[in-house]
């Protein structure tokens, strides 16, 4: 790989996972050179504190055969900077203002403001991921200094929607900018909702951060334990047992598909096809029910293990799956059928939204979001976790980058869903579901990466660990933080502000996983 | 005895004019100047009332001839009664006019041709009155183009701005164009009756072809509707009046723009004798489309004053229809519709004048108080200047034909008296008229969005600049002026019954026939006649009142009533019911004041509103076909990425027909007059060359 | 401006009404309840739940409970999540945008106590260091069953249970 000429030392550190030493100086070329393959895509980036020395981390996804890439970059000084990647690769922006407020590491020529996700009255110069203080420690308040917005022209109308917004739906503030009835311009003010997931993993042992992972977002709960748990196996050089592997994935689509049963409800209401949404509904409930039943906990809290489950799965209970499975495809064939066939949904969601794929890429857009807009990936297919790699499944791809693209996408997903847990029931190895607590051991100071694609898009989880096996510093990118960064460009131009409660709905984003 | 008050009020008010010029121009001192500059302006005023009241009520006045040394015989001052309701409507508005100035003119900033500006004042009142009493054309040509020439003047002094500079001069130009027309439409009156005075063209038009006739017309109608703002020659008025300050601009739009409605009258109802219906009908659709357009362009424009503008081009163009109407029923010798229609007219004409000038006078409170007439700048004013707030929103109200404002008796009565069109023999003109109806009705629609923008937008809410936030209430004349003239609003909607009788008066000598009885039929004296039965379905409950409280149009087959006067006591019992109801449904318990809920965001800033742009957008969309707006609109994908990132978006609406029709046809000229620059060489010899050819030329003519 | 500060104690200014004020409180929503919901920090696995209420399975409608989106309307503020710095402000004026009486119920282990996160630099960890709480709903998400029999307790309407029969499938998990 000629892009590493630049590179002062190469490593392979788990399987599929490279890593490489960059100066400040070549990080640029660098970048430009893997983006310049389409082929690579911008992952993650974010900073590092160990032993008083920082880093700037950035992860490429190669391709299947490559698999991940790490660029480290060490940097010195008390404020240390580097020329902010924006123009070479545009999907860093929030990244770099992340990295700038909570490690402290400098974008020089950022173009926007620097404050992202902590509070408005959150000390200048004191760094969560910076080292010096522990996340139970109280930071004192300062006076707010909220992110100063640039002025609309005259005529325009500043319409704000949020924090406390109509129905029952997570915080966030859209500020909407309306000539009356187009929406001209939209700023997004999200991160209300940040918990410091990642500063309170710090420490965590083995058997807690699956619990942490699960609250990154609840309902996409599976998902994140999933990526966690592999991200400690391929750290402690284990892999789940096959049956476990086989039953993470089947979970992994039960998850999959009652998100995407809520999507298609929440979408409904947005239109006002209040029949949709209750149908919707009844499925999901059907489903978190049966997930009560499978694993003792509605959204599968507590399922996931370092390791393997913390449960099997018994013949009689694949009965009822498999007896579930059948209702849920015939109602669902039919409300689809019923969904095409109401102009009142269909023709709120034709052209609403239009996320252009060129942007899509460009900012980086993942999931079903992305694959809407013809961004054609999926880390099922791409870079197989869990069982994926032995199961038949299609990736569905949309070019349009409507409302309508991404609810089709959601609804052919489901279709794929359905396929994957019939094979999975057919196939389903017999093996323990858990390697004992005493193999799954990590050993000091080592990192891995975990990955998933979660209902809502990738979700890469690098976990980093201390002398003692505890956590040192977790990572996690949910697909919903990627995609709120390409969400603004999909709102001005050509949707009126009735538009934006359907626009909203069908990126079917959640605010907890991007705030964490 | 009413003649002689007539006749000492109308001199009295001219010499005051004269005294008050005379006065002005000599007194040194700026404190001294405005008092007298107050006084005798509303001096003149409540004489130009009392005779033209007096004159309204009894015969017209005798001829009083002035010697003139131009060629045309004596100058000829004899007012009828018409000139009289025109007399009292310029009363009506210079009154208040000079009451309002005592802090207007006194104010800061200072006038810096103060002087200038009052006697020039002076001697256009008196031209104004000359233009209303004048029995003969040529006094009213030259007092037209006094008016014409002070009006340029008294709106350029005060700037140096080239804009407006540009803006009077075109105001100044397109009355000349149509002084060209009146000229032309006088002179083959006065050809065909061999005299200037009234008489003889009254004579000349009787003996005109009916072609010749119909050219009068249309010069006529063209020259004076220049003046009056009908399109298409309405560019002028929104960009003049706006920049005149603002006692003139009342003055502008409450009274020199009814001239030209005056003009129009004068010639088609009074000098030319019945004619054509299609004379009727063509005023009827130019009026029914400058109603149309004039207040659409109200409703998305966001300069307070140039609003006002508009909507006195929409105003006028309602009048215009209901004229039309009154012409088309005339020549379809049906003398009672077209007396009540055209009384419907006049009840407008004066209607207009009262809120037109108290909404200008209040706009100019709001400019003087705040330093602009942008409603995207205003905001809050309610709070702030809530004297000026209350009186600009009767006059909105009044101008939306909200009762129990006056806007809403006439146009009632225009809308109502064009329903009666099934009298009328001609389909196609059944049509025509129907149109003017729903052009009426929509204009009536569209009213009331382009007021509640302007008040909503510029007096509600929170101020969206500091301007706006440190705006004071004005000073106690000025709000004296605005609450006289809301009063006024006020009475001559809930007293139409008083008012209609003394319209009829103007009417009669018209259409030779009195219509007061069946507009306010006496039903409650016994004497309903044709009415028993409307009387007998509830009328008897109010026998014995001492007024005729009903409004009534009508026609064979159906009559329409309105009651303004028991209506503004239906009015207040139903205010007074909702009161006690919500008196008694009030929750019980201590009440919190708090901050406007936003969604939990700390504050709820100005520019949160809704603009008086985003207000006016729905209007702006749905008549894209009229307003053929252009949006500048750049995006900028980025900035909401960058959330300091600005965005681009600009709305521009031309003024109405100026890209279609102003640009070229001015393209056309200068290029004319490119072509004309040859025969300027500036040589003598030659100009004296051109004088011997015109003298041969003159000559040869005489002989043939 | 509002100042964080995290509290050792409960706020001595919030005070608890007394029983005679509760029992008016119950009997005045004991029909029509209209509540405002705040997200303060969950994972939205509350949300996820707290939306299901007005679904089919549940229709908390028929018990004369509503959600409304302004706070002017509402009688009860549910909250819900570990209450994050940047929405005590939010939620403060939230619940000063409501009339009075009003009732707050706290939802989900976080709003109770914490959760996992508890007192942390950047959550408050329970709801009652900064508003009056009048009933909490326990659970990591509590079950839309969980939530209803929380809100009538909170209305004193308990003894109203839900069909004994759901309630039993529920147990079992027979949907």
């Not at chain 1, 409930?285 to 293990?305: K, P, T």
């Not at chain 2, 045309?72 to 009363?91: A, T, W």
């Not at chain 2, 105001?171 to 006088?186: K, P």
Request: hydrophobic share 50%; charged share 15%.
């Amino acid at each position: 790989m000629s892009i590493l000429d630049w590179a002062r030392q190469v490593r392979l550190l788990h399987p599929n996972e490279w890593e490489v030493v960059l100066t400040p100086a070549n990080l640029t070329t660098t970048v430009e050179a893997l983006c310049a393959n389409p082929r690579n895509h911008f992952t993650d980036m974010f900073g590092v504190e160990m032993g008083g020395e920082r880093q700037l981390r950035l992860l490429f996804a190669l391709d299947s055969e490559h698999g991940w890439l790490h660029l480290v970059v060490p940097v010195t000084g008390d404020s240390p900077h580097y020329t902010s990647l924006v123009e070479v690769c545009p999907a860093t922006l929030w990244y770099e203002r992340e990295v700038a407020e909570e490690c402290g590491i400098i974008p020089s020529g950022h173009p926007g403001p620097l404050h992202l996700r902590l509070p408005d009255d959150w000390p200048e110069g004191v760094y969560p991921h910076g080292g010096g203080f522990s996340w139970q420690d109280k930071i004192p308040a300062v006076a707010p200094h909220p992110v100063e917005l640039a002025s609309a022209p005259d005529g325009i109308v500043d319409y704000p929607l949020g924090p406390v917004r109509s129905g029952v739906v997570e915080s966030g503030h859209y500020l909407l900018r309306t000539a009356g009835e187009e929406l001209v311009d939209m700023r997004l003010q999200l991160f209300y909702k940040h918990r410091g997931i990642e500063k309170r993993a710090e420490g965590c042992s083995l058997l807690h951060l699956p619990l942490i992972a699960e609250r990154i977002s609840g309902t996409s709960a599976f998902a994140h334990s999933l990526a966690l748990c592999e991200a400690v196996e391929r750290a402690a050089g284990i892999e789940a047992p096959p049956r476990a592997r086989y039953l993470r994935t089947l979970f992994a689509e039960l998850e999959r598909l009652y998100n995407h049963h809520g999507y298609q409800a929440d979408l409904c209401q947005a239109t006002g096809l209040v029949v949709g949404q209750a149908q919707f509904d009844v499925l999901k409930e059907r489903l978190l029910r049966l997930n009560a039943r499978l694993a003792g906990h509605r959204y599968l809290f507590g399922l996931n293990v370092p390791g393997g489950l913390s449960r099997d799965l018994t013949d009689t209970e694949r009965q009822v799956i498999d007896e579930e499975l059948r209702f849920q495809r015939r109602t669902f064939t039919v409300l689809e059928e019923l969904l095409f066939r109401s102009n009142s949904h269909i023709d709120r969601l034709e052209r609403t939204g239009t996320l252009p794929p060129e942007l899509a890429l460009a900012w980086g857009a993942v999931g079903p979001v992305g694959r809407a807009a013809g961004v054609d990936r999926d880390l099922r297919r791409d870079h197989p976790y869990a069982a994926y790699a032995e199961l038949d499944f299609a990736v569905p791809l949309e070019t349009d980058g409507d409302a309508l693209a991404r609810a089709r996408l959601r609804l052919e997903e489901v279709r794929q869903s359905f396929r994957l847990i019939d094979q999975i029931l057919g196939s389903l190895p017999s093996s323990a579901v858990r390697v004992p607590p005493e193999a799954c051991m990590v050993r000091p100071g080592v990192s891995a990466l975990g990955w998933v694609e979660s209902p809502r898009g990738e979700g890469v989880h690098w976990l980093s660990f201390g002398e003692q096996r505890q956590a040192r510093r977790y990572r996690v990118r949910t697909g919903s933080f990627a995609n709120w960064q390409t969400f603004p460009a999909a709102v001005p131009g050509h949707n009126i502000l009735t538009d934006f409660p359907v626009i909203e709905q069908s990126f079917g984003l959640s605010f907890a996983g991007a705030d964490r | 005895m009413s003649v002689a008050v007539a006749a000492v009020a109308l001199w009295t008010a001219l010499g005051l004019c004269a005294a008050g010029a005379l006065l002005c121009l000599l007194v040194p001192r700026r404190r001294l100047s405005i008092p007298v500059f107050v006084i005798t302006t509303m001096a003149v005023g409540v004489l130009l009332i009392v005779s033209g009241a007096a004159l309204l009520a009894g015969t017209p006045l005798p001829e009083f001839g002035i010697a003139s040394p131009l060629p045309f015989g004596p100058l000829i001052v004899q007012p009828d009664r018409l000139g009289g309701f025109f007399l009292v409507i310029i009363g009506l508005v210079t009154a208040p006019i000079g009451l309002y100035s005592w802090d207007y003119l006194g104010g800061a900033p200072a006038f810096r041709y103060l002087r200038a500006f009052t006697v020039l004042w002076f001697v256009l009142l008196a031209a104004l009155i000359l233009i209303v009493t004048a029995a003969d054309a040529v006094l009213l040509l030259m007092a037209w183009e006094v008016m014409a020439y002070l009006s340029y003047l008294l709106v350029t002094f005060e700037h140096d701005d080239a804009e407006i500079a540009h803006a009077a001069f075109l105001m100044l130009a397109v009355s000349e164009i149509g002084t060209f027309g009146i000229v032309a439409a006088f002179l083959l009156l006065a050809q065909a009756g061999g005299g200037f005075d009234f008489a003889d063209l009254r004579a000349g038009a009787a003996q005109l072809s009916p072609g010749a006739r119909d050219l009068v017309f249309v010069l006529a109608l063209g020259g004076f509707g220049a003046k009056a703002g009908i399109l298409p020659l309405q560019l002028w008025l929104p960009e003049a009046h706006p920049a005149a300050p603002s006692n003139l601009s009342a003055l502008l739009s409450a009274v020199i723009i009814k001239l030209g409605i005056y003009g129009i009258i004068r010639v088609t109802f009074d000098l030319l004798g019945v004619g054509p219906g299609w004379w009727g009908l063509l005023l009827l659709l130019v009026g029914a489309i400058t109603a149309v357009v004039g207040i659409l362009f109200a409703t998305v424009e966001c300069d307070l004053k140039r609003i006002l503008a508009y909507s006195s081009i929409e105003n006028i163009g309602l009048i215009c229809v209901g004229l039309g109407a009154a012409l088309a029923f005339r020549s379809a010798a049906l003398p009672t519709y077209a007396a009540i229609v055209m009384i419907a007219a006049l009840y407008h004409v004066l209607n207009h004048a009262t809120y037109k000038t108290l909404l200008f006078l209040g706009a100019g409170a709001v400019h003087r108080s705040t330093g602009t007439r942008d409603l995207g700048q205003l905001g809050g004013l309610v709070r702030l200047m809530p004297w000026t707030t209350l009186c600009f929103l009767v006059g909105a109200l009044a101008i939306a034909a909200v009762p129990p404002f006056n806007g809403y008796v006439s146009e009632w009565m225009l809308l109502e008296s064009l329903l009666r069109t099934s009298a009328l023999p001609a389909v196609s003109a059944r049509m025509v008229v129907v149109a003017g109806a729903a052009a009426i009705a929509l204009t009536a629609g569209i009213a009331v969005t382009a007021f509640v923008r302007a008040v909503g937008t510029g007096f509600l809410g929170l101020p969206r600049t500091r301007a706006a936030a440190h705006a004071t209430e004005v000073g106690h004349s000025m709000r004296a002026a605005m609450a006289f003239l809301a009063v006024a609003c006020f009475l001559l909607g809930t007293l139409p019954t008083f008012i209609l009788p003394v319209l009829n008066q103007v009417t009669t000598p018209l259409f030779g026939i009195s219509v007061a009885n069946a507009i306010v039929p006496p039903l409650f004296s016994g004497k309903a006649g044709a009415y028993q039965a409307l009387v007998g379905l509830g009328g008897t409950l109010f026998r014995g009142l001492p007024v005729n409280g009903l409004v009534l149009i009508a026609s064979p087959k159906f009559n329409t009533i309105t009651a303004p006067s028991y209506l503004v006591l239906a009015e207040l019992l139903l205010l007074a019911l909702l009161l006690l109801v919500l008196r008694a449904i009030r929750p019980q318990g201590r009440r919190r004041r708090g901050p406007v809920w936003a969604g939990g965001i700390p504050t709820f800033r100005a520019n949160m509103q809704y603009t008086p742009q985003a207000y006016a957008n729905p209007i702006r969309l749905i008549f894209q076909g009229i307003f053929r707006s252009r949006v500048q609109y750049e995006p900028r994908e980025l900035a909401a990425h960058y959330q300091v990132g600005r965005i681009v978006y600009q709305q521009t609406v031309p003024p109405p027909l100026e890209p279609e029709l102003y640009r070229p046809l001015l393209g056309a000229v200068s290029w004319l007059v490119g072509r004309a620059r040859v025969i300027q060489s500036g040589n003598v010899n030659q100009y004296i060359a051109y004088i011997f050819l015109l003298v041969l030329a003159i000559l040869i003519i005489r002989a043939l | 401006m509002v100042t964080f500060e995290l509290l050792d104690e409960p706020d001595s200014s919030i005070t608890e009404p007394s029983t005679a004020l509760r029992r008016q409180i119950q009997h005045l929503f004991g029909r029509s309840l209209h509540i405002r919901h705040v997200d303060a920090g969950s994972c939205n696995g509350c949300e996820s739940e707290i939306k299901l209420l007005t679904s089919p399975y549940y229709d908390i409608h028929r018990l004369g409970i509503f959600f409304t989106t302004t706070p002017r309307h509402a009688d009860l503020l549910l909250v819900t999540g570990a209450i994050t710095r940047a929405m005590v402000d939010p939620l403060q004026r939230t619940y000063a945008a409501m009339p009075e009486p009003r009732l707050v119920v706290a939802t989900g282990a976080c709003a109770c106590d914490g959760g996992i996160f508890g007192r942390s630099c950047l959550t408050l960890g329970r709801l009652s260091a900064i508003l009056p709480v009048d009933t909490y709903i326990p659970g990591c998400p509590p079950t839309p069953l969980a939530l209803i029999h929380g809100l009538l307790l909170t209305l004193g309407r308990a003894e109203q249970r839900l069909h004994r029969q759901i309630l039993a499938h529920h147990a079992d998990g027979k949907a």
